[in-house]
C-alpha cells in the first residue's frame, strides 16, 4: 500500500521559514516525479512546485519563486520543501504528491497525480 506523508508545518511569523518533508511507504520517490500543492478553504488547490523523477528539474509557481526549494534526499527516500521568508498569504494546507513516467516540466500543475499525501498546515502569522 502506498501512503504519502507530509511533516514540517506549523505556525510562523512572517518573515520565518520552515521546512516541509514528504516520506513515502511503498514506493521509491526517486522513481517518481514529486510536487507540492496547497489548499486554503473555499479555493482552488494550487500548485506550489515540482520536480522531475527522469532529471531533476525544478518549477514554482511565480508567488514563490526565490522563496522556496524543493529539492531530494536519495538517501532517505525524501523530498523536502525548503519555505523562506514565509508571508501571510502562503497559510495553506500543503500536499506532497507523486506521478510517475516522464511529465513535460511546464505541464505539471494540470496533471493527474497518482498519489497524494494527507497534508500538513502551515500558518503565517504574527
Known amino acids: 500500500q502506498v501512503q504519502l506523508v507530509e511533516s514540517g508545518g506549523g505556525l510562523v511569523q512572517p518573515g520565518g521559514s520552515l521546512r516541509l518533508s514528504c516520506a513515502a511507504s511503498?514506493?521509491?520517490?526517486?522513481?517518481?516525479?514529486i510536487g507540492w500543492f496547497r489548499q486554503v478553504p473555499g479555493k482552488e488547490r494550487e500548485g506550489v512546485s515540482c520536480?522531475?523523477?527522469?532529471?531533476?528539474?525544478?518549477n514554482y509557481v511565480d508567488s514563490v519563486k526565490g522563496r522556496f526549494t524543493i529539492f531530494r534526499d536519495h538517501a532517505k527516500n525524501m523530498v523536502y520543501l525548503e519555505m523562506n521568508n514565509l508571508k501571510p498569504e502562503d497559510t495553506a494546507v500543503y500536499s506532497c504528491?507523486?506521478?510517475?513516467?516522464?511529465?513535460?516540466?511546464?505541464?505539471?500543475?494540470?496533471?493527474?497525480?497518482?498519489?497524494w499525501g494527507q497534508g500538513t498546515q502551515v500558518t503565517v502569522s504574527s
Open positions: 504528491a507523486a506521478i510517475g513516467g516522464t511529465i513535460l516540466l511546464r505541464l505539471w500543475m494540470t496533471l493527474h497525480w497518482d498519489y
Open positions: 520536480i522531475t523523477r527522469h532529471d531533476g528539474a525544478t
Open positions: 511503498g514506493l521509491t520517490l526517486d522513481d517518481y516525479n
